[in-house]
């Protein structure tokens, strides 16, 4: 049997080192041949040292450049034909429609009959589809784009959850029997456990909130609860893991999230590598998020740690949290309740317990790596099948 060759592609080499280096080692276990592309960043060293072949791709994640965005998708046709590759993986919105107009500008060229399969993968929708100003004047332009590139046989697209594959159902911006709802973000149980011993009662609780920090995700939520229970003499310290995202709009000015620090309502982290370590040193994790959220990674991982959690009432985060069980689901925008819910976990030790358990369940039942990776495996086995 020939060799497959298989790009998997990204618009940041983060997302391919968070979410894509198991299915990566995976596929070349099976014998694929695996080639990484995105543009240069600082985890593409790592990516190099564990293996695998990488491709630059001249490409800002923020910019609306008409030139430079056309000079992208054409350098990415260039690398497409350079590689001809059986199928193409890509990762988030821009490597999706651009990957795919790529693709047919190929076909134009006669660089291929017939182009390979595509696999574009949305872990959550993002800014595009969010209610900002902007976003809607975008939405109007990219939409048609979108619809003409993206609504083709050979593309099929995976979506972290069920509403935003409804969302671009009802846009036509897919056909219906080329989708499906599937995990990228999954965890590996094994490295994410339960602490074994609980803190001594003269240790504060720690609730722990980690994101990319734009506004959206919830950060004054955030800093406005722990505020308020830091004001009751509730005994619990707040700590804010990650850095301002400053190449998506609405990020949090790092002047803010340091005047937050030295007040002491909160902790500021910064950007922490160890998420297993900080997750066991967290007694709580919360995200009170209004973002357009795939499949919170946090969570799952929180979860798999076997912290109770505490997230907003939306698709993605429902995924993860089921109210009552392993933690609480509360209103967006809504610091009173999150609060309150923070509050009863803190003072009912045998609750945080229960819940924490439920969450390490969970996690193993639904988001464990090994079994979420076969599933990927098997789609790419469906699609290359189709050739």
Known sequence: ????????????????????????????????????ISPYGKYVDELE????????????????????????????AQIYEQESPDLIHHDTIKPNLYGALAAQINTWRGVWEEPPQLLNSFMGIGFLFSQRPEAKLLRALMLPVMRFAMRRNHVFTTFSNKVDQNTFLQQYLVK??????????????????????????????????????????????????????????????????G??????????????????DQSGIINWLGYCSDMPDLLNRADIAVLPTHYNEGLPRFLVEAAATGLPL?????????????AGKNGFVI????????????????????????????????????????????????????LLSEQ
């Not at 491709?55 to 990415?76: C, G, M, Q, T, V």
């Not at 240790?203 to 229970?229: I, N, Y």
């Not at 698709?315 to 089921?322: I, K, S």
Request: with cysteine; hydrophobic share 45%; charged share 30%.
């Open 49 to 76: 040292a564990d293996g695998f072949r990488w491709i630059e791709w001249p490409l800002e994640r923020r910019s609306l450049n008409l030139f430079a965005e056309l000079n992208a998708i054409w350098k990415l």
């Open 331 to 382: 209103p967006k925008r809504s610091p009173e309740h999150l609060a309150e819910a923070v509050e009863k976990l803190v003072r009912n030790p045998t609750l945080r317990k229960t819940m924490g358990t439920a969450s390490r369940k969970k996690a193993i039942d639904e988001f464990a790596e090994r079994e979420v990776v076969e599933e990927w495996l098997d789609l790419y086995d469906y």
């Open 176 to 241: 219906s029997e080329r989708t499906r709802v599937m995990i990228s973000e999954f965890v590996n149980t094994e490295r994410f456990q339960a602490r074994p011993n609980g803190k001594s009662d003269e240790e504060d609780l720690v609730v722990l909130m980690a994101a990319r920090l734009l506004w959206d995700k919830g950060v004054q939520e955030f800093v406005s609860a722990a505020q308020t229970l830091h004001e009751d003499g509730v005994p619990v310290e707040f700590w804010l893991a």
């Open 310 to 322: 505490v997230a907003t009432d939306i698709e993605a985060c429902r995924r993860v949290v089921e």
């Open 1 to 36: 049997m020939n060799t497959k060759n298989v790009l998997l592609v990204a618009n940041w080499d983060w997302v391919i080192y968070n979410f894509r280096m198991a299915l990566a080692a995976s596929l070349k276990q099976q014998g694929y041949d695996v080639t990484l």
């Open 243 to 260: 850095e301002p995202d400053t190449e998506t709009p609405g990020f949090v000015p790092e002047d803010q999230l340091r005047e937050w």
